[in-house]
Nanobody, 119 residues
Framework: QVQLVESGGGLVQAGGSLTLSCAAS????????MAWYRQAPGKQRELVASITRESNTNYADSVKGRSTISRDNAKNTVYLQMNSLKPEDTAVYYC?????????????WGQGTQVTVSS
């Protein structure tokens, strides 16, 4: 099992910045992909950004150029720095990791952290 603990959410004004953190603990060997998703009220959960163990990154078009995902493999932690925040960035942000178990890939989710951007 992998436990994920997110932090860094909160209330910020439009144009501001936040950095989210997600620390993995437990059975943390063979964690490959780490990612951030978000879910706004009434909307489906969507990918924000992902990063592989080799630091290959992928971003949603809606945050590209405003956000940076990074990871510290020694600390088993993934970060999401978000700049120039907009009200439409308001959502619960969830951390996700993929863990290779034999030939299977297990997926683990964090509990989520609320980000609210006021106009």
């Amino acid at each position: 099992q992998v436990q994920l603990v997110e932090s860094g959410g909160g209330l910020v004004q439009a144009g501001g910045s936040l950095t989210l953190s997600c620390a993995a603990s437990g059975s943390i060997s063979n964690i490959n992909l780490m990612a951030w998703y978000r879910q706004a009220p009434g909307k489906q959960r969507e990918l924000v950004a992902s990063i592989t163990r080799e630091s290959n990154t992928n971003y949603a078009d809606s945050v590209k150029g405003r956000s940076t995902i990074s990871r510290d493999n020694a600390k088993n932690t993934v970060y999401l720095q978000m700049n120039s925040l907009k009200p439409e960035d308001t959502a619960v942000y969830y951390c996700l990791v993929h863990k290779l178990v034999g030939v299977s890939m297990n997926i683990y989710w964090g509990q989520g952290t609320q980000v609210t951007v006021s106009s």
